[in-house]
């Protein structure tokens, strides 16, 4: 537990990425991508804000793991239930449709005499690009969408405040199985408009915590010692993204600090691009290798 649970934020932290990566797709618009960015990098704002505070607690009380280890204790020896067996079957039903069409890409790339790495390359590049493409199309379709009693119902379930809005995010991200999924497709609503960033902060928060249904499932089919094992990692991926809502959420003074840094960047951005790339460059890919150096020399 002690290597998996900063991991855990890590990734936590990783996910985040996709939708700051769709916003780039924008940003041939100004103030659509203003739009867009702020409303991908609140997720960032808020995932750092949260290590900030827990990692430290964690390192000192514990914190993650003594309560984690409750409640695998407790719960361990179930096999998930009525809950287990719904998303497990609507995971099953979209890996069924994207699982061959993924195949077939993947073959199609693969030429013979091809290297590894390169085939690797070549896919990473294709799905990006699949990635922009597609959500920018999701862009336009929902500029067209959002009126009339579809604009309502999507602000009654998402725009209403911030319960609403958290409730929503993790709603649509257990039945997706995906945070990166439901983020991504906010970052449209955001960029035309149809939500502030205010109300889609509450939702992406809720997709944080939808999308840990996915590590309790898998943890269920582990049994004896490595099933409560697997669910504790599961139970410490819950507890730090709802603490982390408890926390930033329920301090008056910690609320506004991941719009506000969001604002502040995607301002910025918008007039010069290059604070974009180096953001998600420096959050994604040098601040990770930097920290993975240091722990290595000191360590």
């Known amino acids: ?156 379930a998402i725009g209403r405040g911030p319960v609403t809005g958290i409730a929503s995010g993790a709603m649509v991200t257990m039945m997706v199985q995906s945070s990166s999924t439901t983020t991504s497709l906010a970052v449209p609503l955001a960029g035309s408009g149809a939500f502030s960033l205010k109300q889609i902060y509450p939702f992406t928060i809720g997709a944080n915590i939808g999308t840990t249904i996915t590590a309790l499932i898998a943890a269920f089919a582990f049994t004896g010692i490595e099933g409560e094992k697997a669910l504790q990692a599961s139970f410490v991926h819950l507890l730090f993204n709802v603490l982390a809502t408890l926390i930033i959420f329920g301090l008056p003074f910690l609320r506004p600090l991941p719009r506000i840094g969001a604002t502040i960047l995607a301002d910025r951005s918008a007039e010069r691009k290059m604070y974009a790339v180096v953001w998600t460059f420096g959050v994604f890919l040098v601040l990770p290798l930097l920290l993975i150096a240091l722990t290595t020399w000191v360590f």
Do not use: C, Y
């Open 1 to 156: 537990m002690e290597v998996a649970i900063p991991m855990l934020m890590g990734a936590n932290m990783g996910t985040t990425m996709t939708n700051t990566i769709v916003s780039l797709g924008m940003a041939r618009q100004k103030d659509v991508f203003r739009r867009a960015f702020a409303a991908a990098t609140v997720h960032d704002f808020f995932n750092l804000l949260a290590v900030a505070i827990l990692l430290p607690l964690e390192l000192m009380f514990g914190l993650l793991d003594r309560l984690s280890g409750w409640l695998a204790g407790a719960s361990a020896g179930g096999d998930g239930g009525i809950v287990s067996t719904v998303f497990t079957f609507i995971g099953d039903t979209i890996s069924a449709v994207i699982e061959p069409l993924a195949a077939l890409v993947v073959a199609l790339v693969e030429l013979p005499g091809l290297p590894d790495v390169v085939t690797g390359l070549v896919l990473i590049v294709l799905g990006i690009s699949l990635i922009l493409l597609v959500i920018n199309k999701i862009g336009q379709l929902l500029k067209v969408l959002m009126v009339g009693r579809a604009k309502e119902v999507l602000h009654a």
